[in-house]
């Protein structure tokens, strides 16, 4: 099994202040993804990163991939409570995908 | 185009009961999975397939039973209903390192 550790478990923050998500493994992953989950519906994907280093940026909202593609950070600028959800983290690994446990992210208004 | 479709949406099952859980998708994708998603513990992966006729075991997969015959659906069979396996499932189709997950199946087994 590739474990995949995400911190922190729980965040509530207020509107407007940023924050960062971690993704920790101890294997390497040929690509990592971010997936957003609403309570009562599946995940969305919101980014694949595949090269080490690599940065990506969607709004709000950078994700980076470690050198060694063992690890990942989300970072939100600015956090709306449109933000507000489940934030996974999925490595993938000869055609498997191994997820992380989850951010739960709360923006109060 | 509907994406990833699961049926049923909910089910109560008693222990020992046996049921089907039916997962299709309309994006000709090759690669489907089944995951089930507990509380504090992320997805994971019970059983794959890379095409028809092809499937393989992930990380959980004791009691759950697979088929592909077909590229769309990608059916999950639980033989012997247990309380453990009381969780929700989604499915999900992959294409190009993309997965697109169905709305899950929330499972009861009392």
């Known amino acids: 099994t590739q474990l995949l550790e995400q911190s922190p478990q729980f965040l509530s923050i207020q509107e407007g202040e940023n924050l960062t998500v971690y993704c920790n493994s101890s294997?390497?992953?040929?690509?990592l993804q971010w997936y957003r989950q609403e309570p009562g519906e599946g995940p969305v994907l919101l980014v694949t990163v595949v090269t080490g280093g690599e940065v990506k940026k969607l709004k709000r909202l950078t994700f980076q991939f470690g050198d060694a593609r063992k690890d990942s950070s989300l970072h939100i600028t600015a956090a709306q409570p449109g933000d507000t959800g489940l934030y996974l983290c999925?490595?993938?690994?000869?055609?498997?995908?191994?997820f992380g446990s989850g951010t739960k992210l709360n923006v109060k208004p | 185009n509907a994406g990833v479709t699961q049926t049923p949406k909910f089910q109560v099952l008693k222990t020992g009961q046996s049921m089907t859980l039916q997962c299709a998708q309309d994006m000709n994708h090759e690669y489907m999975s089944w995951y089930r998603q507990d509380p504090g513990m992320g997805l994971r992966l019970i059983h794959y397939s890379v095409g028809a006729g092809i499937t393989d075991q992930g990380e959980v997969p004791n009691g759950y039973n697979v088929s592909r015959s077909t590229t769309e659906d990608f059916p999950l069979r639980l033989l012997s209903a247990a309380p453990s396996q009381t969780s929700v499932y989604f499915c999900a189709s992959t294409g190009q390192r993309e997965q697109f997950f169905g709305p899950g199946t929330r499972l009861t087994v009392l």
């Open positions: 999925a490595g993938e690994s000869f055609n498997k995908f191994y």
């Open positions: 294997s390497v992953f040929s690509s």
